[in-house]
């Protein structure tokens, strides 16, 4: 039996190693500061990690999403602070072998007049084109899932003349995967993107003692999104607190707010 089992270990990670697809080597988030009329040159590298042929299909889209989890992509020019204007790719389709590798290049043409100071932005979609085959079970098609990348260019211009504006939307404690977290949302209702981090000072409600300082990861916020920053404070123990909530940017602005919290046994 132990024998069978080991095979088919072996056969799933043999599938799962040949069926591997397209992955993205030099990171998800592209940023530049930006002057009118000068061009500049990006790429995005890619592999093949399976050992077949892939198709992939390069294009455009805007993109923006909120602290409730919603993303959203959607053709160009339904974000008024898009870019995608300003990027020129040089393939819309590459094919790459098994184990080979591949850049796409693009290059940003920022326009010769002025634009508003802040950041724009779109996100090139890498999504590998999947054969759709006949079903010789049952009738219709088998169509497989595939994962598509999303890389951000994101362009600051006259970004000294610009600043994020951040905003607490709601906070809430909530047990997640037997964790308990402070889920802080947190908009950016200013004109330039940050990278803001969130922490937590708590203290007992009846005697003020401090409990302890809790930090969450930072994470990007282009202009008008919100993002939820999630803090783990399974250590406290539960019952009511007051608590002082910083977010601070890296540029060191700091925004802060009082709240109380409960936190509960379930």
Same mark, same amino acid.
């Given at each position: ?13 043999? @599938?799962?190693?040949? #069926? ?9 988030? #592209?940023?530049? +500061? ?6 500049? !040159? ?16 390069? @294009?455009?889209?805007? @993109?923006?999403? $909120? ?9 160009? #020019? ?9 990027? !020129?790719?040089?393939?819309?389709? *590459? ?5 080979? +590798? ?7 043409? *920022?326009?010769?007049?002025? *634009? ?21 079970? +049952? ?21 000294? !003349? ?9 906070? +809430? ?67 009511p607190y007051k608590a002082v ?7 060191? $602005? ?8 409960? *936190?509960?046994?379930?």
């Amino acid at each position: 039996m132990m024998k069978r089992v080991l095979i088919l270990i072996s056969l799933i990670l043999q @599938f799962c190693f040949l #069926h591997a697809g397209i992955v993205v080597l030099n990171g998800l988030t #592209h940023s530049y +500061k930006v002057e009118n009329g000068k061009v500049y !040159k990006g790429k995005i590298s890619i592999e093949n990690t399976g050992s077949n042929p892939q198709n992939v299909k390069i @294009f455009l889209q805007d @993109f923006t999403y $909120n602290a409730n989890g919603t993303t959203s992509y959607t053709n160009l #020019h339904t974000n008024n602070r898009t870019n995608g204007d300003w990027i !020129k790719l040089n393939t819309n389709l *590459v094919t790459l072998k098994g184990k080979e +590798k591949s850049e796409i290049l693009y290059e940003i043409t *920022v326009p010769d007049k002025a *634009v508003d100071p802040g950041s724009y932005w779109s996100v090139v979609i890498v999504e590998p084109v999947e054969d759709i085959k006949p079903s010789d079970k +049952k009738a219709g098609v088998n169509i497989t899932s595939v994962i598509r990348y999303a890389i951000q260019v994101i362009t600051d211009y006259d970004s000294e !003349k610009a600043k994020p504006d951040l905003k607490f939307e709601g906070v +809430k404690v909530e047990k997640q995967d037997q964790n308990q977290l402070v889920k802080i949302a947190i908009a950016n209702q200013g004109n330039l993107y940050c990278r803001p981090t969130a922490s937590i000072e708590i203290y007992n409600r009846k005697t003020g003692e401090k409990i302890g300082n809790f930090s969450s990861l930072p994470m990007g916020l282009l202009p008008q999104t919100s993002k939820s920053f999630d803090i783990d404070i399974s250590k406290v123990p539960p019952g009511p607190y007051k608590a002082v909530i910083i977010t601070t940017d890296e540029d060191e $602005n700091a925004f802060a707010l009082n709240v109380e919290l409960e *936190v509960k046994n379930d």
